[in-house]
Structures are given as C-alpha cells and as structure tokens.
C-alpha cells in the first residue's frame, strides 16, 4: 500500500511539475496586440451550402456578440491560404484567428508533411504578429491519412488551441449535412459552438 500511495503521489507531482513548468497555452503566452476577429480558410469558412448568414462565423459572431471578418475562400488549401495571409489577414489587424484549413489538402492527396509545414507557418506568422490562433482539425475515419495527429502536433509544437475534429458528428450525418462535404446551417451551428467553448473569453476585443 506504501508503494502504491508513494506511487500516486509521485503521478500527482508530476502533473502539477508539467502544468507550472511545461508549456504555455498560446492563450497564457501571447500579448494581443491586434482589434479584429477573423475566420481564415477554405470552404468550411466561406460557408459553402449554408443560408445567407448562416455560414459559421455569422453564427460565432451572433454567440459572442462580436463583429466577424470571413475570411474564407472556398477550394483554398494550406498552400493557397498561405499565399493570401499578408492580403487577407495580417492587413486587417487580426486579433484572434480562427483557422479551418487541411480539408482540400487532404481530397488532392498533398504530402501530409507540405500541408503541415504550411499550416505551421501560417500559425507561427500570426502569432509573431501578435494573434490568438484556433484551429480547426479534421479527423476523417479510414481515410484521414494522419491528418488527425498532424493538427495534434502542430498546435503542441506552437501553443494554438485545438479543436481536434470541428466536424466530428456532422460528417456524414445527413440531418447536419448540405451534401457529402459541407455542413448545413445545423452543422455550421455546431461547428460555431465548438469554436465559441475554446475561445479564452478574456481574449476578445
């Protein structure tokens, strides 16, 4: 029994040793320097399939009470948004960026490690310019190709906060669905609800 309570309390150290020492949340690290909220990605962003206001930043903006720049440009992969950051993004004074990027990467079968290289650096330049970064993972079954624990290990590696699978019960569920990849206005209601839970509430402008 000794063993077993030195053991426990030896795990208990531990976690309170790595929750004080280890890594930072982004969140607890950046100092936010821009005014604006914006969305950044593919169709998932734009709104593809969804009511006039009814994409998922106009839904985010209506949870927190807060004005939305879409930024979302639908076909876009990690390689294409990359290109358009500076324009589309670090132009507009972001402050917090929420990012869904990686799905058109993965439907042309782009090397995973290019689509997470690109997607690293698109995370590392916001953060340089002072923006809280949410992202978006996507973690198809069978045909995922990793994609799951490529999200997982570049937001470890940076610090953004994670939502690992935004489509988790809306893929391939018809009720939530506008076809076989797009959500409908529910899905992109769940999926605006899942980003509304991770943003730091003390990070908004």
């Known amino acids: ?8 309390l030896l795990i208990v150290a531990l976690a309170a ?21 914006i969305c950044f990605g593919d169709s998932l962003t734009s709104g593809f399939g969804a009511s006039a206001g009814k994409d998922y930043p106009a839904q985010l903006s209506r949870l927190l009470g807060k004005p939305i720049i879409n930024a979302g440009k639908a076909g876009d992969t990690t390689g294409r948004a990359l290109q358009r950051l500076e324009q589309d993004v670090l132009s507009r004074s972001p402050r917090i960026v929420l990012i869904t990027l990686g799905g058109n990467d993965l439907k042309n079968r782009t090397p995973r490690e290019t689509a997470f290289d690109n997607l690293r650096q698109i995370i590392q330049t916001l953060q ?9 993972g996507i973690d198809l079954p069978v045909f995922g190709r990793g994609f799951g624990k490529g999200y997982e ?27 076989p990849i797009h959500p409908n206005d529910d899905g992109y209601a769940k999926m605006a609800r899942r980003f509304y839970n991770v943003i730091p509430k003390a990070a908004l402008p």
């Open 1 to 8: 029994m000794k063993k077993i309570a030195a053991a426990a």
């Open 17 to 37: 040793a790595y929750r004080w020492l280890g890594p930072k949340p982004e969140a607890e690290r950046l100092e936010l320097t821009g005014e604006n909220i």
């Open 128 to 136: 340089d310019a002072g923006a809280l970064v949410i992202v978006g």
């Open 153 to 179: 290990a570049v937001a470890a590696e940076t610090g953004a906060i994670l939502v690992p699978d935004i489509l988790e019960g809306i893929f391939g569920n018809r009720r939530l669905m506008s076809d």
